[in-house]
């Protein structure tokens, strides 16, 4: 019903590249403003979606918003960042609902990452390489979310089109007082330096978090101290 009745609305979180002291991509993220609860956040929803395979509708719904709104981001040199689940690297017919919709808007993708996590890629290596690499050839950027929390095999990461690595917020919100935490953003960051990948840490939570990552200048940062996420119009003010 909450999609039937258009009640799902996009809110972006903007990320801050320390290189450049810029704002040049953010995430889409999701919230349902149910007519009588108010804005709902994706924490209750999202897992009876994924349960029901409802998750799929709410892709394409995410997606279809997106490419409504992406020229205005285009004029501005903005990337989008859209979450997938593990269900739609399952889903050959992603790929055909993704081709009508590069058909209609052929330069947008290069407007647009597509996050996907270690554990969904992981789920059916060889499928979910094979649609990845078909999202790539539309020049799809792919980003790999919560990285280092998977067991995926580096052997197979490699073979992904992988655009960007997203440290995964536990090592960022332990890491000015545990030192493995560090170590372990030293480590994906050296990775997406060997790889010439993007690197973007999520869960700048607060001073000391923005203050250890000042370390890694290519850095792209993400969280609740630098920007929280805001609907539509507000992030079309930070663009003007």
Not at 1 to 12: G, R, S
Not at 208 to 217: A, K, M, R
Request: with cysteine; charged share 20%; hydrophobic share 45%.
């Amino acid at each position: 019903k909450a999609i039937t009745d258009n009640e799902f609305c996009l809110f972006f979180q903007p990320k801050l590249n320390l290189r450049t002291n810029s704002i040049n991509q953010a995430e889409v993220l999701l919230r349902w403003n149910h007519p009588v609860h108010g804005l709902i956040a994706p924490g209750a929803f999202i897992e009876l979606a994924e349960q029901t395979g409802m998750i799929r509708d709410i892709t394409r719904l995410v997606l279809k918003q997106t490419y409504a709104i992406i020229t205005l981001c285009a004029n501005q040199n903005i990337r989008l960042s859209v979450n997938l689940s593990a269900m739609d690297l399952e889903d050959f017919s992603l790929i055909d609902f993704m081709q009508t919709l590069h058909k209609q808007q052929p330069d947008a993708s290069r407007h647009i990452v597509l996050e996907i996590t270690e554990s969904a890629a992981m789920r059916d290596p060889e499928q979910a390489l094979d649609i990845l690499n078909q999202l790539a050839a539309m020049h799809f950027q792919i980003a790999v979310d919560d990285f280092g929390t998977g067991y995926s095999s580096l052997t197979y990461l490699k073979q992904l089109p992988i655009h960007e690595l997203k440290i995964d917020r536990s090592f960022v919100l332990e890491a000015p007082t545990d030192n493995n935490d560090k170590l372990i953003i030293d480590m994906i960051v050296s990775l997406g330096r060997l790889f010439q990948l993007e690197v973007v840490a999520e869960g700048v939570e607060n001073q000391s978090h923005f203050d250890l990552l000042q370390e890694y200048p290519e850095v792209i940062l993400q969280g609740y101290h630098l920007h929280r996420p805001e609907p539509l119009e507000s992030w079309l003010e930070k663009l003007n």
